[in-house]
């Protein structure tokens, strides 16, 4: 089946550092690739998305590129802020059967001023 | 605002009782998905209706159940509640398939 895997966390930086999140996948076929947020208390909010290879999804200075070669979709900023710090979603969402979105484990950010 | 609304926002409750926690999607969306979110599992995919229907199901136990309505609102019943139940159930709401899901504020459910 589908699955994510997202580097262990959590991950603190320093206001303005920039930011990897690592996220790999194991799918069939051409899924679509998603990061998702949380914030202390609240739902998900996606973040950004790419439905093809070489895509890029940008959203707040975010920005993940479906990498089919690598498996991968790893999520950057170059100047991170001290708002910026939730949990960290990477998800799948196969065709079909598989069309549920399959998550990662997340990963904690915290970004101290 | 995703506009996906869940009720109650906040549940507790003793072992062994029933709760029904309810979903509202945004409008237009056709797809319903409820995730179970705690601190060892992460985020569970327990089940997913389209239309009405049974699409997909996952980790969800035999003591939970779901339904999607003709109005598209969806309920999770949870009955015999063990203290591992507690946790935040959130739903989600997508157009079709494959696309973005939007999700709820969820609800907290607390055990005791």
Request: glycine share 10%; hydrophobic share 35%.
């Amino acid at each position: 089946g589908n699955s994510v895997t997202q580097m262990e966390g959590p991950v603190t930086l320093s206001e303005e550092a920039l930011l990897t999140i690592n996220c790999t996948y194991t799918a069939t076929g051409y899924p679509s690739l998603f990061w998702y947020v949380q914030y202390p208390g609240e739902g998900l909010q996606l973040l950004l998305k790419a439905t093809k290879a070489d895509d890029k999804g940008s959203n707040k200075g975010f920005e993940a590129t479906y990498r089919k070669e690598t498996t991968s979709f790893h999520l950057e900023k170059g100047s991170v802020q001290v708002s910026d710090s939730a949990v960290y979603f990477c998800a799948l969402s196969g065709m079909g059967a598989n069309s549920k979105l399959t998550f990662g484990k997340g990963i904690t950010l915290s970004v101290r001023p | 605002d995703s506009g996906v609304t869940q009720t109650p926002k906040h549940l507790i409750t003793a072992t062994g009782q029933r709760v029904t926690l309810r979903c509202s999607p945004r409008s237009g969306d056709l797809s319903v998905y409820w995730y179970q979110q705690s601190l060892d599992q992460g985020l569970q995919f327990l089940i997913q209706y389209y239309n009405g229907e049974e699409r997909a199901k996952g980790n969800i136990l035999e003591r939970f159940s779901a339904q999607q309505f003709p109005d598209l609102h969806s309920e999770l019943n949870l009955s015999s509640l063990e203290l591992g139940d507690s946790a935040l159930y959130f739903c989600a709401s997508s157009v079709g398939f494959a696309t973005e899901a939007f999700f709820g504020q969820g609800t907290r459910l607390t055990v005791v």
